[in-house]
């Protein structure tokens, strides 16, 4: 019986079915080895730019290359199963008609068909997509293991299920828009989109980027079978950047490669003064400068360099009213081949921040010009008492810069009597325990000389009100406490001399008394003993007028004979006076004077006096602390000043009396050792040589005086002084005979004067009248002629009130001189002290001067010279 096979299918139509399985399979191998040979190409021809990439690539084309030959051998090796499979089927359809099939060819059939499923179901379980196919109701025939695994169940507890029991479209406009959708479908059989559903297991919404497929059997659609790509990351992702890209404040925009905005954020828009970002879209981004050649720059160096960061530029607003300052940054984007794709950049507005640093800079100038032109001080410190600023004046009044003295520690410098009060202010001002504080303190100039400062501290506050340091402003009042100091001595040393003035002049007069009186007794003592005693009481009534002497010089210091001269040579020379006494007291002398040291204008004899007192006062202050030491006089230059320093390590002197210091009679020397006038005198001295002289304690014990004489370097015309009659100290009287005869009137209100001059010079064989007044004098000479009248030069009147020896003289002069008469030789009595080299009034009317107290032998001397023929004969003139 023939075979159903052999009779359902000739022999040339299975040639031609073996002859289209034999291309079939050629096709295939083309296509695969095809695909093999494109995968090698893109490899070669992208390695140069993946390697140019900034991460490391290299691997990716070689990975490609492997990924593709490992799916031709999958491709092909499936692609033989068929072919193997289609072999079985077509020799069970030729059995068909025999008596049965054979079981080994079924057991290799299903066998074979088991294997294909698996590999086919192993395939699309590789693909992380979802992979599913449905029927047209909904039923799922199967799906890969993403999707089951989205939906956490088994395959087999998916296969055969309605979709819509496990995803549901979130919202019911995409379900209606989906029934709505599928007819159309039906007649395209292919669908692309994006969906957004739920699963209703886990209660999660995703987003699904979806190809759908109609599954076609005689053309007609039996099912969809599609594949859904998870976006939900990138949809979330996308919508961050989304409200990110809306709600930066910094103006955002993207431009294509005609440099044309594709797109801005709305604070761009805002910044410009649009109303929404469509009104800029497609316009050039250079239209948005306020030059456009700024933005042909940018887009130079942009191709260049890829990128720019914070470049500052000048943007129109819309309206035109104002320019908009803003940063840029700005770089170019390109694909994974290099290629360009668009620019992208951030415009932040700093107008605002601008014009902040523009007016912080106006305030800061502000602040700077103001320091610069305060006059004191100001500095700041810390918590820690460090200081942390220090304005310019710094300079001028400590001689350091304002650097050297940041980070450094409070009171560094500060004289230690001083540097407890001021870290008391301090923490009293930290701690809260008062809101502000002034203090004056001593601290040292870098040049090594103490300045008094006055300084007003406030506490600093941070925004929470919490104190985090000091500022002060610090006033050098140096100057100023010398000038106050100055002039309450002034005032108190003028008040003082001329208490003194008066004092002296009383004394004189009673002084003259004595030493007339002593000397005549003293003569006329008729034992040893008296003459002793006597001479002893004239030598103590001489040291009395010597200070007497002394209190005139403090009071009313002579007008210094000026000359031009070098302080070195003259301090020099002072030294030699008294080096033998400093070397016997083992005193080591330091000098050091500038070189070329300008030349001051003084009286060199009273300058020496002053240094020479100075000297003294420091060898006795190292003598009483110590065996040695030593003084260091420095002549140095000060602005227009000479400054002479003497320094000693001697007992110094305590705060307390330092203000008292130049007072007449203050001494802290033991009795016996001085008067207390040395400084003062010295005072005196320097103040009449337009100077000044100033002392003040060390810190580590010692004392320094300083004196500034002002510089004159211009010569100076000094005239030939008036020198009176020399008054020897114990010279013998002159003989009486040229005395002999003579007659001499005496004026002067003082009984004791008038009675010494007439007991002094009666003995002598001449005749003496006296007169108590000026009319006294009158009378006297309107009724008799005179050789000589003494007249006192402080006199007073019968009524009580003061009258001049020079009112005298004038009345007499007139008096005579209407008669015709010659002036008699005219002596001035006096217990001041006069300068014969300034007094006017004496040089004019040629007349004598005789200085209170005053002995007989000088009396009689001054009467001898003036009196001899020799003297007569010769006319009177201002020097006589």
Not at 198 to 219: M, N, Q
Not at 251 to 256: D, M, Q, R, T
Not at 346 to 352: A, L, R
Not at 537 to 544: G, Y
Request: with cysteine; hydrophobic share 40%; net charge negative.
């Amino acid at each position: 019986m023939p075979r159903a096979g052999d009779s359902a299918e000739p022999p040339s139509v299975a040639l031609d079915r073996d002859r289209l399985t034999r291309r079939e399979r050629g096709v295939w191998r083309l296509a695969l080895l095809l695909l093999g040979a494109l995968a090698i190409a893109f490899a070669a021809i992208s390695w140069d730019q993946v390697r140019a990439l900034p991460h490391h690539l290299e691997a990716l084309p070689l990975g490609l290359v492997v990924l593709v030959a490992l799916f031709v051998a999958y491709a092909w090796g499936k692609t033989n199963e068929i072919s193997e499979l289609r072999g079985l089927v077509r020799g069970i359809e030729h059995q068909r008609a025999s008596a049965g099939h054979d079981s080994d060819q079924l057991d290799q059939l299903f066998s074979l068909i088991s294997k294909s499923q698996q590999g086919y179901r192993d395939l699309i379980d590789t693909f992380e997509d979802l992979l599913f196919s449905i029927t047209l109701d909904g039923t799922i025939l199967t799906v890969n293991r993403s999707f089951a695994d989205l939906l956490g169940l088994s395959f087999s507890d998916v296969v055969g299920r309605r979709l819509d029991e496990f995803i549901e479209l979130s919202d019911s406009g995409d379900r209606k828009a989906a029934q709505e959708s599928l007819p159309r479908f039906l007649e395209r059989r292919r669908w692309t989109g994006v969906v957004r559903a739920k699963v209703k297991r886990r209660g999660s919404t995703h987003y699904f980027d979806c190809v759908l497929h109609a599954i076609v059997r005689d053309d007609v659609v039996h099912g969809i079978s599609g594949l859904a790509r998870d976006i939900t990351r990138e949809r979330e992702n996308e919508t961050q950047f989304t409200e990110l890209f809306e709600t930066l404040r910094e103006g955002v925009y993207l431009a294509s490669a005609d440099d044309r905005i594709t797109e801005v954020n709305p604070a761009l828009a805002q910044m410009l003064g649009f109303a929404g970002k469509e009104e800029i879209l497609r316009s050039e981004l250079a239209a948005l400068y306020q030059n456009a050649a700024d933005r042909a720059v940018e887009r130079t160096k942009l191709d260049d360099l890829g990128f720019l960061r914070a470049s500052e530029v000048t943007l129109k607003h819309r309206q035109g009213a104002r320019e908009i300052i803003a940063l840029h940054t700005t770089a170019v984007i390109r694909d994974p081949a290099g290629k360009f794709v668009r620019y992208q950049g951030t415009f932040v507005d700093v107008t605002e921040q601008r014009e902040m640093e523009r007016r912080l800079h106006r305030e800061q100038e502000f602040a700077r010009r103001l320091m610069d032109s305060f006059p004191d001080l100001v500095v700041a410190l810390d918590a820690e008492s460090r200081y942390t600023f220090a304005s310019p004046q710094i300079i001028d009044l400590l001689g350091y810069q304002p650097e050297d003295l940041i980070g450094k520690k409070l009171g560094r410098r500060t004289d230690p009597h001083d540097r407890a009060a001021m870290m008391e202010l301090f923490d009293d001002l930290i701690s809260g325990r008062r809101s502000n504080g002034q203090i004056e303190y001593r601290t040292q100039h870098k040049n090594g000389t103490w300045r008094l400062f006055r300084a007003s501290a406030r506490p600093l506050q941070d925004e929470t009100g919490r104190t985090t340091g000091i500022i002060a402003s610090v006033r050098d009042i140096t100057d100023q406490q010398r000038l106050q100091q100055q002039l309450i001595q002034s005032e108190r040393l003028a008040a003082m001399g001329q208490m003194i003035a008066g004092v002296a002049h009383e004394l004189n007069n009673p002084l003259t008394a004595i030493l007339g009186v002593t000397e005549l007794m003293r003569d006329q003592a008729a034992n040893e003993n008296a003459h002793r005693q006597l001479d002893l009481a004239h030598r103590q009534a001489r040291r009395a007028a010597h200070i007497v002497e002394s209190l005139l010089v403090f009071s009313r210091p002579a007008t210094p004979r000026n000359a031009l001269l070098h302080l070195s040579d003259l301090l020099h020379r002072t030294l030699q006076l008294h080096e033998h006494s400093l070397r016997s007291n083992n005193i080591q002398v330091d000098i050091v004077a500038r070189p070329e040291l300008p030349t001051v204008l003084g009286d060199s004899n009273q300058l020496t006096q002053v240094f020479l007192n100075l000297i003294v006062n420091a060898e006795q202050a190292i003598r009483e602390i110590r065996e040695q030491g030593t003084l260091r006089i420095r002549l140095g230059v000060v602005g227009d000043r000479v400054l002479i320093t003497f320094q000693d390590d001697g007992v110094g002197i305590r705060r307390e009396t330092l203000p008292r210091i130049f007072d007449p009679f203050f001494t802290t020397k033991r009795p016996g050792r001085g008067t207390g006038l040395g400084l003062s005198i010295c005072m005196a001295i320097v103040r009449e040589h337009n100077g000044d002289i100033s002392a003040q304690p060390l810190p580590d014990g010692g004392s320094v005086f300083t004196v500034s004489l002002p510089i004159c370097t211009q010569a100076v015309l000094v005239p030939e002084p008036y020198h009176a009659p020399a008054s020897p100290a114990e010279s013998p009287a002159p003989a009486a005979s040229t005395l002999t005869g003579k007659r001499v009137l005496v004026v002067d209100d003082e009984d004791g004067i008038r009675e010494l001059v007439t007991d002094s010079l009666t003995p002598r064989n001449i005749s003496v009248d006296c007169a108590a007044s000026r009319e006294q004098a009158l009378e006297h000479v309107s009724q008799n002629s005179y050789d000589a009248i003494l007249c006192d030069i402080n006199l007073e009147s019968e009524s009580g009130l003061s009258v001049s020896g020079f009112d005298v003289y004038d009345r007499i002069r007139d008096y005579l001189a209407s008669r015709s008469v010659i002036m008699p030789l005219f002596i001035f009595m006096t217990g001041d002290l006069v300068d014969f080299s300034s007094d006017e009034q004496v040089i004019r009317q040629g007349s004598l001067m005789l200085q209170k107290p005053f002995r007989i032998a000088d009396l009689l001397l001054l009467l001898n010279k003036s009196l001899s023929p020799a003297a007569v004969l010769q006319p009177k003139n201002s020097t006589s």
